[in-house]
């Protein structure tokens, strides 16, 4: 079983910083792409950041410039690194990845639970 476990949400004031990070763990073949997307309520999950395994990212336009992904694929682990945040970018942010699972020929996404970062104005 594939699981995705995000850490590092929490309270910040406007300006701050924050670091997110989602660990994936289970039986895992090999990952492609891991990305973050956030959701406020009422409202549809919203894509800001992809990298690929070789590190190539793609920033959303209202994360561009202030949010930064990187990965460990030894930790199988990606990171996303928020400054100068904005009360705007308050919402429940959730860690998506593109896994083969061992012993399966396919890919498919996996989601975390989701973590929740409030930015204070």
């Known amino acids: 079983q594939v699981q995705l476990v995000e850490s590092g949400g929490g309270l910040v004031q406007a300006g701050g910083s924050l670091r997110l990070s989602c660990a994936a763990s289970g039986s895992i073949g090999s990952i492609r792409a891991m990305g973050w997307y956030r959701q406020t309520p009422g409202k549809e999950r919203d894509w800001l950041a992809t990298i690929d395994k070789d590190g190539r990212t793609k920033y959303a336009d209202s994360v561009k410039g202030r949010f930064t992904l990187s990965r460990d694929n030894a930790k199988k682990t990606v990171y996303l690194q928020m400054s100068s945040l904005k009360p705007e970018d308050t919402a429940a942010y959730y860690c998506?990845?593109?896994?083969?699972?061992?012993?399966?020929?396919?890919?498919?996404?996996?989601w975390g639970q989701g973590t929740q970062v409030t930015v204070s104005s």
């Open positions: 998506n990845a593109n896994i083969r699972p061992k012993y399966v020929t396919g890919y498919r996404d996996y």
